[in-house]
């Protein structure tokens, strides 16, 4: 991963895990670390989770929703990166409108205001809580942020049921749009959740951040919604449970 060291760190003190925004207009600032994600992606999905359908020969997992509209959050930990997200606007196809629309009984959601999540992982050594803040639960609150910085109301997501009790315990609102269905062994449904104010302070103050997660890297065209202030939350004495 010494060929990702490209972006310089904005932290300050001994905050070095950021996460920063990755879109169209700013995707030449981080062309080296393209091909390290879709190799991480391949080693996770299709080496340890046996996502078999999503093997390629070149060992890069990438989808016909890796195109220009998606959106990528990713964590960097002094330049490596350790963790990712996906998000694709719903009015482009996704996932549910594409692969899976059986699973949400009115339809498959296409609105301004929603994003589809997918491909949310962490690198195996930053799993779990002994490094700090789950390097997870930093890119739940991102997402949030993100969400209500250019004005998303929900998200839209397929995935296996086993999140639903994690996404209890850190704030989430998910509302189920079908019933889970059995796919290669998992149980998977498609669900909405809420995007808000509320859930982005309560993350926040989770993971003991008083201010804002993200890094909006040559982003300054993009028009965004000033964030409720968040300085005097209190870090929590905690570990938010799993
Ligand atoms: N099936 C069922 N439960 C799972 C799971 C899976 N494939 N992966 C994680 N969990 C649940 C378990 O309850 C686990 O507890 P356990 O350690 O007692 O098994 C708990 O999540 C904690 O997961 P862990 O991986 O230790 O740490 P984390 O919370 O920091 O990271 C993920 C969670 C999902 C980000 C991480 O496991 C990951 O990157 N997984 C691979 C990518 C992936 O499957 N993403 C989801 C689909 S896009």
Known sequence: MQGCRTIESQSSGDWMTEIHVVQRDNRHLYETYFD???????????KQRKWMALDRPDGREIDQFDTEDAVYLFCLDRGQLIGAMRALPTVSPTLMSDIF??????????RPDVYELSRVFVIPERRGEHAGPRIEMLLLTAIMEY???IGLTVF????????????????????????????????VLAVLVDCDETTWRSLCSQTGRTSPTLTWH??????????PDISLLRSPTVQPTR
């Open 36 to 46: 390290p994600y879709f190799r991480l992606r391949h080693d996770i999905y299709v």
């Open 156 to 187: 839209s997501i397929v995935l296996e049921s086993w999140w639903l009790p994690r996404f209890e315990r850190c704030g989430w609102r998910a509302h189920p749009l079908g019933l889970p269905q059995m796919i290669d062994g998992m149980s």
């Open 147 to 149: 969400g209500i910085s």
């Open 101 to 110: 629309p059986y699973l949400a009984v009115r339809g498959p959601i296409q």
């Open 218 to 227: 040559g982003l300054t065209d993009v028009n965004r919604q000033i964030l």
